[in-house]
């Protein structure tokens, strides 16, 4: 999304894309039992659907926010049919990923890094989907900072009558950045089918993570480097309820009277012959 809005386009179709790739990553992983094949399909399904968004919104010059509203629904729906029609084709009624792949997706430990306490389990032993988007993160943080093509596509994102005017491409330029920005929203939507989800499909399995993903964008401040801790900040932050929860529980038991303990009754049907 930082991409897509590095370009000069505010993709709200985020939810919808990370839907489709999902739900193509997650098939191709059932069908093939390879991972780095499900990946691509991700990325290259994500790529798809953006592709839609771009040819509407450059092309035609349609209402971005409108566009990427529409394919927000038509790709969560899509992702949940196709879903249901695996799901009624299969003999056991549903979908589970092979153990090859869900082997490949255990936690992976860094060396000496991983030992370290609390932040080494957090930070250093992770699954390759997280691995893998630091690793996007940084590539992009370089290519937006660092190079002549990235310089060029911040100038396109803030004023491409500039741009057009200096000899940019501007219309190339946007397209290859909000495909590519797809394709690597493709690739979340497939970590939420697969990892989240813990390797069996789930209708709605993205479930408002893509509208997070904006929120992220913000407060990143349009930064992929930030992005990396941000969405840790936000992580924690959608934990907080549980915790909140965890504790209420703790002090409640702790703080035990009449007025603060559950109905001696509550879970216990009532037989009047039993009085």
């Given at each position: 999304?930082?991409?897509?809005?590095?370009?000069?386009?505010?993709?709200?179709?985020?939810?919808?894309?990370?839907?489709?790739?999902?739900?193509?990553?997650?098939?191709?992983?059932?069908?093939?039992?390879?991972?780095?094949?499900?990946?691509?399909a991700?990325?290259?399904?994500?790529?798809?659907?953006?592709?839609?968004?771009?040819?509407?919104?450059?092309?035609?010059?349609?209402?971005?926010?409108?566009?990427g509203?529409?394919?927000?629904?038509?790709?969560?729906?899509?992702?949940?049919?196709?879903?249901?029609?695996?799901?009624?084709?299969?003999?056991?009624?549903?979908?589970?990923?092979?153990?090859?792949?869900?082997?490949?997706?255990?936690?992976?430990?860094?060396?000496?890094?991983?030992?370290?306490?609390?932040?080494g389990?957090?930070?250093?032993?992770?699954?390759?989907?997280?691995?893998?988007?630091?690793?996007?993160?940084?590539?992009?943080?370089?290519?937006?900072?660092?190079?002549?093509?990235?310089?060029?596509?911040?100038?396109?994102?803030?004023?491409?009558?500039?741009?057009?005017?200096?000899?940019?491409?501007?219309?190339?330029?946007?397209?290859?950045?909000?495909?590519?920005?797809?394709?690597?929203?493709?690739?979340?939507?497939?970590?939420?089918?697969?990892?989240i989800?813990?390797g069996?499909?789930?209708?709605?399995?993205?479930?408002?993570?893509?509208?997070?993903?904006?929120?992220?964008?913000?407060?990143?401040?349009?930064?992929?480097?930030?992005?990396?801790?941000?969405?840790?900040?936000?992580g924690?932050?959608?934990?907080?309820?549980?915790?909140?929860?965890?504790?209420?529980?703790?002090?409640?038991s702790?703080?035990?009277?009449?007025?603060?303990?559950?109905?001696?009754?509550?879970?216990?049907?009532?037989?009047?012959?039993?009085?």
């Amino acid at each position: 999304e930082i991409q897509n809005e590095k370009a000069g386009h505010l993709n709200l179709g985020v939810e919808g894309t990370m839907a489709m790739g999902a739900c193509a990553g997650f098939m191709v992983a059932y069908k093939t039992g390879s991972l780095w094949l499900s990946i691509l399909a991700a990325f290259l399904m994500g790529a798809l659907v953006s592709l839609i968004y771009a040819f509407l919104t450059i092309t035609m010059m349609a209402n971005q926010n409108v566009t990427g509203l529409t394919l927000t629904i038509f790709g969560t729906g899509l992702s949940n049919f196709i879903g249901e029609q695996m799901i009624s084709a299969s003999p056991t009624g549903n979908l589970k990923l092979p153990d090859g792949v869900m082997s490949s997706l255990k936690n992976i430990d860094i060396p000496l890094l991983s030992k370290i306490p609390v932040l080494g389990e957090v930070l250093f032993s992770q699954n390759i989907f997280t691995y893998l988007s630091i690793v996007i993160a940084v590539i992009m943080f370089i290519y937006l900072k660092k190079t002549k093509v990235g310089l060029n596509l911040r100038t396109i994102g803030e004023n491409p009558a500039v741009a057009d005017a200096v000899g940019i491409s501007v219309v190339k330029y946007k397209y290859i950045n909000v495909l590519i920005g797809g394709g690597i929203c493709g690739i979340g939507g497939a970590f939420c089918s697969m990892v989240i989800n813990g390797g069996v499909w789930m209708a709605n399995s993205v479930n408002g993570l893509g509208w997070i993903a904006v929120a992220l964008v913000i407060f990143a401040v349009w930064n992929p480097a930030r992005a990396i801790y941000g969405a840790y900040i936000f992580g924690a932050f959608m934990v907080l309820p549980y915790l909140v929860t965890a504790l209420v529980l703790i002090i409640t038991s702790v703080k035990k009277s009449r007025e603060r303990s559950q109905p001696q009754s509550c879970g216990i049907n009532y037989f009047r012959e039993e009085r």
